[in-house]
């Protein structure tokens, strides 16, 4: 094995130059033991950094969630000038990965080819700090290792103080999503901003939502402080899918400013991602938490998650918003205990009113007469704003294809098909004949 110094010349100006390893296999054959030795593979990196950017370099360890690494993994696919690819690690493990951009980045498509995070050193030269991701090798395969150096604390600070604020301005929205591997971060751009006007449901319910919204992230916090209020606050929203909590989360998103992270809850959920959450939620705080399908929290963590919720600071400058389809599988622990969520509002199917005014909004009365608009608000009792929107999209269509709109067809078609999953009987020719082999 051949461990390489900084006296070899980089060229990291082009990328498609061939990679500087600062370890080599040395033969066919390496020895895995050696050739994955982490106090050479540490010290190798502490020579390059040194002789390079002319000063000593120590080694930190951060102890509080990935907020470094995700911040990493965005200037990587960004391609934010202030880092630099310095050098690989081991020239037999791969140092570049390649991703379909539009699952990171709606606004591009294909595939695209960046240097991988693991087996590759990033300098941030204007903080003087360096982060690589080393293999490491475990009784299933590579594992790895996150390790940061810097010159100085005060280095270190200033760049942790540079990535948050620049993430901050970032308007993209933060996806947690619990899998077989842990808990994956990813962050997305914002497709389209969702107006206060664009949310359709009860008068009373949506006022004191948003009224309380502007409260907790006023610039002052002088409610909090008039009253002696903990500047936190969480609120469960329930009711049947379709009938728009997704769309007044959204517009929360859209109007308030703040950072906003949405995590899925699966059964890959543990208390691992659970803290793991928190403590990113805490470093972006004042901001938004929206935990979709709380009733599907894991039954060997939840105890851990109402901990986490009672915690003396877990939730400072968090707004925490629970959304449930399904309120009868909620944890009562949840809404039976001060401190956890504030308040549980129900997301009622619309009103004939409220489905009128939505037919307007979304364009019936491009298909359909002011009268007949009308006349399909009554219609369509018990409808959700989902379904409203779905005998929209089925007008279009007949228009587009017959030249012509029959609302009250369409309607009693799709009042049909609902029955029929509700009862779960689809098929009604020969409902007598048994399924089988003939």
């Known amino acids: 094995m051949t461990i390489m110094t900084a006296n070899t010349v980089l060229n990291t100006a082009n990328a498609a130059a061939k990679p500087h390893f600062l370890v080599k296999s ?21 020579d390059f950094l040194s002789e390079r950017y002319n000063g000593g370099f120590r080694l930190y360890f951060q102890d509080d969630g990935n907020e470094v690494w995700n911040g990493l993994e965005e200037d990587l696919r960004s391609g934010y000038a202030g880092v630099e690819h310095a050098a690989s690690l081991y020239d037999l493990v791969e140092t570049d990965v390649f991703e379909y951009a539009a699952d990171s980045d709606p606004q591009r498509s294909g595939y695209t080819i960046r240097p991988a995070v693991r087996n590759n050193l990033f300098v941030y030269r204007d903080h003087l700090v360096a982060l690589t991701r080393i293999p490491r090798v475990t009784l299933h395969g590579l594992g790895f290792e996150d390790l940061i150096f810097c010159q100085s604390d005060e280095g270190l600070m200033r760049f942790l103080e540079d990535m948050r604020v620049r993430r901050l301005a970032d308007p993209k929205i933060i996806v947690f999503t619990d899998t077989r591997d842990g808990l994956e971060q990813e962050r997305k751009e914002v497709g389209y901003a969702v107006s206060r006007e664009d949310v359709f449901m009860e008068n009373e319910l949506k006022t004191q939502v948003y009224r309380s ?50 995590w899925q809850i699966t059964e890959y959920t543990s208390s691992g991602s659970i803290k793991e959450v928190f403590d990113t939620a805490s470093q972006l705080a004042p901001m938004v938490l929206v935990i979709e399908d709380i009733d599907s929290m894991p039954e060997s963590c939840r105890s851990y998650f109402l901990n986490t919720l009672d915690g003396a600071t877990s939730k400072e400058g968090i707004y925490l918003i629970g959304t449930t389809n399904y309120p009868e599988k909620i944890d009562p622990a949840l809404m039976n205990r001060a401190g956890r969520f504030d308040r549980a509002y129900e997301v009622k199917s619309p009103d004939e009113a409220i489905r009128c005014a939505y037919l307007a909004h ?18 369509t009792d018990g409808f959700t704003l989902a379904q409203l929107s779905e005998l929209y999209a089925s007008a279009a269509l007949q228009m587009h294809y017959e030249n012509e709109v029959d609302l009250e067809r369409l309607i009693a078609g799709m009042k049909s098909d609902y029955a029929k999953d509700r009862s779960r009987e689809w098929m009604t ?6 399924m089988g082999f003939a």
């Open 213 to 262: 919204i502007d409260e907790f992230f006023s610039k002052d916090r002088a409610f909090f402080q008039t009253y002696g209020l903990p500047y936190k606050r969480g609120i469960l929203l329930y009711g049947k899918p379709g009938n728009g909590k997704t769309t007044l989360v959204k517009s929360i998103s859209s109007t308030t400013g703040a950072p906003v992270a949405y």
């Open 26 to 46: 040395g033969g066919t054959s390496p020895n895995v033991e050696n050739y994955f030795n982490y106090i050479s593979t540490v010290q190798a990196i502490i």
């Open 429 to 434: 020719e020969d409902k007598s004949r048994k």
């Open 362 to 379: 979304i364009g019936l009365l491009r298909l359909a007469s002011e009268e007949e608009m009308a006349r399909a608000a009554r219609r």
